[in-house]
């Protein structure tokens, strides 16, 4: 039975080389259900994946949009062309992490270059 709670999920940049105080211009907002605990809850994810977008923003550059997608093995993902053809951004161990702001994530860019983000804000959409 399903039970998670979509909810829409901002990571901003945290501190490293290029920007010792972390950024809020660089990041993402993704909508993805969540566990009471706040862990992303496959099941309620695979009964209604429709809304679980994804926003790639980037001081700079164009937005992304696209979607969290759960691959085989059990990783998710953000791929912004949903028949495969884009780049894909893999969170780095998203389905062990709390998705609760001061926690910390990574995600692998489509360059393969690993970065660590600051879960900013958690809302119920």
């Known amino acids: 039975m399903a039970t998670g ?3 829409k999920i901002r990571l901003n940049l945290a501190r490293n080389a290029d920007y010792p105080n ?3 211009q660089h990041g993402y907002e993704f909508v993805a259900p ?3 605990e706040g862990f992303i809850d496959a099941e309620s994810w695979r009964a209604n ?6 926003r790639r923003f980037w ?3 164009d937005d992304d949009h696209g979607h969290l997608v759960h691959r085989p093995g059990g990783s998710w993902a953000f791929t912004y062309d949903i ?3 884009e780049d894909v951004e893999a969170g780095y161990r998203f389905g062990k992490h709390v998705f609760v702001p001061g926690e910390y994530v990574s ?10 983000f600051q879960v900013s804000t958690v809302e119920t959409v």
Not at 49 to 54: E, F, G, S, Y
Not at 107 to 116: A, H, N, P, S
Request: hydrophobic share 25%; charged share 45%.
């Open 5 to 7: 709670i979509m909810k």
């Open 22 to 24: 972390g950024s809020a």
């Open 34 to 36: 969540l566990n009471e």
């Open 49 to 54: 994946r429709d809304p679980c977008r994804v």
């Open 59 to 61: 001081e700079g550059e």
């Open 83 to 85: 028949d495969g053809e």
């Open 107 to 116: 995600i692998k860019d489509e360059d393969g270059e690993l970065l660590t």
